[in-house]
């Protein structure tokens, strides 16, 4: 999907409304919804959040019970403290696993910094927004120098 400059699609519903390349901003850790994400992939491609092994264990085994490949996004905490892992290395042990299964596919990281926005003061929202970009282009090259390839950062 490529409309006016959009590549994807970003939900926290599942839906089915024929669009191609789904990227679900959230982790889906309910076997019943997994089970439901494993659907779709029939018609899209789905990548979805992960920020445990527990999680990609389990989307793992409902994918390959149900024959499907999804993607998956490592989430990064950029420092919202909401989700994701903290550490280059939590990553990196991540990708491992993702890498290592046979239904799941490491597309890249998600590294949200929302929370960014909320600094009043321009030039220190711009000094914040440089050293976290910073500290992305530093995990991928980290993720790089340990043969993990990072397609995408969205």
Same mark, same amino acid.
């Given at each position: 999907? +490529?409309i ?12 089915? *409304?024929g ?6 901003a +959230?982790?889906?850790v ?24 527990? $999680?990609?264990?389990?989307l793992?085994e409902? *994918?390959?019970?149900?024959?499907v ?6 989430e ?6 909401r ?11 991540? *990708?491992?696993?993702? +890498?290592?299964?046979? $239904? ?12 960014n ?7 220190k929202?711009?000094e914040?927004?440089? $050293? ?5 282009? +530093?995990l ?6 340990? $043969? ?7």
């Open positions: 999907m +490529n006016s400059g959009a590549w994807h699609l970003t939900t926290v519903v599942l839906v089915e *409304a669009i191609q390349d789904i990227l679900i +959230n982790q889906i309910d076997p019943v919804k997994i089970e439901r994400l494993t659907q779709l992939p029939l018609k899209s491609k789905i990548t979805v959040c992960v920020d445990c092994k527990e $999680n990609i264990d389990k793992s409902i *994918a390959k019970k149900n024959g490949v999804l993607f998956c996004l490592i990064f905490d950029l420092g919202m403290s989700c994701g892992v903290d550490t280059f290395e939590e990553v990196l042990e991540l *990708a491992k696993i993702i +890498n290592s299964s046979d $239904n799941l596919e490491l597309e890249g990281i998600q590294a949200y910094a929302g929370h926005s909320h600094i009043p003061d321009k030039e929202r711009e914040t927004a440089i $050293n976290l970009e910073n500290k992305i282009a +530093n991928k090259k980290y993720l790089n120098d340990n $043969n993990i390839k990072v397609n995408q950062i969205p």
